[in-house]
């Protein structure tokens, strides 16, 4: 590329993107990799720099962007809370909703407190825990050999202390007894809500970590909630993400299983997004 302005790089390439992305979206996902590639941010944009080229690593980067590939497995890294997160086929980008459920247990818990994560994934959860309670006890499972490699490699790059054991939430018994926390943002997406996806999480997106089957959308939540009893300690609490439609559906599960408190949260959208309950036998 010959010297061009850098507005009118960033207009064209915001612009080959609209096909897949709206244009706001667009516009954040050519600044994220300007930035990450070429340290350009928004301000070098309105004041119009020049730029002489961009590297081959931007125009490669940005080929897989323009194919719908997820920016994230692009750059093998996802933000999460404030910190960075290895991310890769094969394992559930975090969501920003995810921060809330951490930033709720993180206001309503302090200090040592032991805590298991069930369906890890990236390791998000344990992690940011494990850093921001530096007393408590941290586990993690996934049924992902995948996942807990990924999240297993977070754990040491971010020096936090989270056990990860491999384990199958539907058919095994949890690792762990003695907890005063079990969360799980377990698959919640209906397979008829598919069409509604955009075709980035549904073509690339680990499918295992996503979705349920209309039939049975509380499968996991009916299963957590049955066998975490074994592993909390009385007093102890369940903290759910949950699919916006399923609020009440997910509060009289846990209420009926005789957990107490049982409340659902809202998102920042003003969602049902999750749902807690205290076990007092
Ligand atoms: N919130 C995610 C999405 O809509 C789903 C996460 C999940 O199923 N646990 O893509």
Redesign the pocket.
Known sequence: MNSVSLRQFYRDHTQKLQPLYPKQEAESLVLWLLDHFLGIKRKDILSDVKMSSATQEFDAAFQKLSQGIPVQYILKSAPFYGRTFKVGTGV?IP?R??EELVHLILTRHQGNCSVLDI?TGSGCIPITLALEMPESEVYAMDVSGIALAIARENASDLKARVKFFQVDVLEEDLPVKGLDIVVS?????KESEKKA?HPN?LQH?PHL????PDEDPLLFYRRISEIAPFSLTPGGYLYF?I?ETLGKETKDLLENLGYEEVTIYGDLNGKDRFVSGRWCP
Do not use: I, S
């Open positions: 559930l969501r909703e995810t369906g943002n377990p698959p919640y997406v996806m999480v997106e970590a996503l979705f349920v993400e699919n």
